[in-house]
């Protein structure tokens, strides 16, 4: 696999249907971030979590992973319960929100319509994905949020989709970390019912105890 930066640059070419949705929306809300949204948090994190893509008025707006969408107010609010952040979270990241041992990144890191990547877009961005957890020299554990993530994940650690087991709560090895499958906190999986905030602080309470314990 070709070697990359754990960052892709701001301009990152890859992705031709990304990079027209980049400039379509930057020429619509000249405001707006519209790049590829960078990870977020410190760089000895022992937690990974791994989101599918920026949202169009989420991290692609606002430039920080899971900050102006609804999923963000979930995962943020799990992540404090557990003492992975700290302080306020705003949806426009007007605040001091600060990651604790944890950081997050996306397996696409260029907004997709519709909130779906193509499989050519996920693999062109999985070198970022790769360097990123290669680049987290304490990393013991990732939590993949969705089965995109999941995938991209194994993938990226030079592994098969079907080395782990999908679904909410499993949770298997890979290669020397922990891996943690959990729903996506998408509105349509709160919403209905699908992930709860229990079933989704249980996952996070688990990578509390594999890091502790
Ligand atoms: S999704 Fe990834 S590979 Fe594709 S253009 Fe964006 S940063 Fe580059």
Redesign the pocket.
């Known amino acids: 696999m070709e070697t990359k930066t754990p960052e892709?640059?701001r301009d990152?070419?890859?992705?031709?249907r990304?990079?027209a949705y980049?400039a379509a929306n930057a020429s619509a809300h000249p405001d707006w971030f519209n790049?590829?949204a960078p990870s977020f948090g410190p760089s000895d994190a022992r937690l990974l979590v791994a989101g599918l893509?920026p949202g169009r008025t989420g991290a692609n707006r606002t430039g920080r992973p899971f900050t102006g969408d609804h999923a963000g107010v979930l995962l943020y609010a799990t992540l404090k319960a557990q003492g992975f952040a700290r302080g306020a979270y705003d949806p426009n990241g007007a605040d001091d929100l600060e990651l604790i041992d944890c950081m997050i990144t996306n397996a696409?890191?260029?907004a997709?319509p519709g909130n779906k990547?193509e499989g050519s877009?996920?693999a062109?961005?999985?070198?970022?994905l790769a360097a990123r957890i290669a680049a987290l020299p304490r990393l013991k554990v990732i939590v993949t949020l969705g089965d995109v993530s999941r995938r991209n994940v194994l993938k990226a650690l030079g592994l098969r989709a079907s080395a782990g087991v999908p679904g909410h709560g499993s949770e298997f090895a890979a290669g020397p970390y922990v891996v943690l499958n959990s729903y996506h906190c998408s509105r349509l999986n709160t919403n209905t019912g699908r992930l709860t905030p229990q079933m989704f602080e249980a996952v996070f309470g688990r990578a509390r105890g594999l890091l502790d314990g």
């Open positions: 892709p640059p990152c070419p890859l992705c031709p990304l990079v980049r790049g590829p893509a696409v890191r260029c997709p990547p877009e996920e062109n961005c999985r070198p970022f």
